[in-house]
C-alpha cells in the first residue's frame, strides 16, 4: 500500500528564491503534520491540519512559511524569500486521527546556497 | 532547557549485548509517550509507544516514570540491525480540538558493534 509521499525529494535553492514543497499523506488520513528536521536534531514541529483546517502553526519560525491543505488531503509548504537556515529535512506525516499513530514520509532535503 | 532531552550519544555497542536509553521531558501535563527510530537519511518510524504500566516488544521493553518525568528503552541481545538513531518523543495536548503537537528529542545513535 501507498504510504506517504513527498516530492521533491531534493531541493537546491538560491538565497531568496521562493520554494514549495508538497505532501501526499495516506489515503483517507484526516491529520497532517508538517515537521522541519536540521542536520544532528530531532524533527521540530511546524503546523498541523485536521482535514483542511490549519489547526496549529505555532511552529512556522516565520512569515516566509506558509502551508494550506485546501481539500483536505494534498498539502503544501511554501517557504518565501528562502534563507541560508531554512536548509533542512521537511518531514510530513499524516495520521488517521488524532493522537494515532503518525507515518511520515521521506521528507525533502532542501539546501539553500 | 529543552522540551525533550536525551543524551545524544554515540553509543557504541557490542552486538549481544544490552544497552538502555534515558530521556526527559519537562512538561509534567504531557499525555503520552513514544519511542521512534531513524536509520541514516531515512524518516522516523514508530518503534513503540510508552505506557505507565511498562511494556514489551520482543527485545525491547520501555518504560514511563511520570513521577520523575522520564521514559527509557532497553534493548536486549542487541542486532546488527539495531544501528540507528532513537528518538524519545512526547505528545502534549494543546487544546480541546484533539490538537496534538509530537516533540522529539535530538535522538540518541547508537551503532552495534560487531
Known amino acids: 500500500g501507498a504510504g506517504v509521499s513527498q516530492s521533491p525529494r531534493y531541493k537546491v535553492a538560491k538565497r531568496g528564491q521562493d520554494v514549495a514543497l508538497r505532501c501526499d499523506p495516506i489515503?483517507?488520513?484526516?491529520?497532517l503534520f508538517w515537521y522541519q528536521q536540521a542536520l544532528g536534531q530531532g524533527p521540530e514541529f511546524l503546523t498541523y491540519f485536521q482535514n483542511e483546517a490549519q489547526l496549529d502553526k505555532s511552529g512556522l519560525p516565520s512569515d516566509r512559511f506558509f502551508a494550506e491543505r485546501p481539500e483536505g488531503s494534498v498539502s503544501t509548504l511554501k517557504i518565501q524569500r528562502t534563507q541560508q537556515e531554512d536548509s533542512a529535512v521537511y518531514l510530513c506525516?499524516?495520521?488517521?486521527?488524532?493522537?494515532?499513530?503518525?507515518?511520515f514520509g521521506p521528507g525533502t532535503r532542501l539546501t539553500v546556497l | 532547557r529543552k522540551e525533550v532531552e536525551q543524551d545524544p550519544g554515540p553509543f557504541n555497542v557490542p552486538e549481544g549485548a544490552t544497552v538502555a536509553f534515558n530521556c526527559t521531558y519537562s512538561n509534567s501535563a504531557s499525555q503520552s509517550f513514544f519511542w521512534y527510530r531513524q536509520d541514516c537519511r531515512k524518516e522516523p518510524k514508530l518503534l513503540m509507544s510508552?505506557?505507565?504500566s511498562g511494556n514489551e516488544d520482543g527485545r525491547f521493553t520501555a518504560q514511563l516514570n511520570r513521577a520523575s518525568q522520564y521514559i527509557s528503552l532497553l534493548i536486549r541481545d542487541s542486532k546488527l540491525s539495531d544501528s540507528a538513531t532513537y528518538l524519545c518523543?512526547?505528545?502534549?495536548?494543546?487544546?480541546?480540538?484533539?490538537?496534538?503537537?509530537?516533540?522529539f528529542g535530538t535522538g540518541t545513535r547508537l551503532t552495534i558493534i560487531p
Open positions: 489515503s483517507g488520513h484526516v491529520s
Open positions: 506525516a499524516s495520521s488517521i486521527g488524532s493522537y494515532n499513530e503518525q507515518f
Open positions: 518523543v512526547v505528545n502534549m495536548e494543546l487544546s480541546n480540538f484533539g490538537n496534538e503537537k509530537l516533540t
Open positions: 510508552v505506557y505507565s
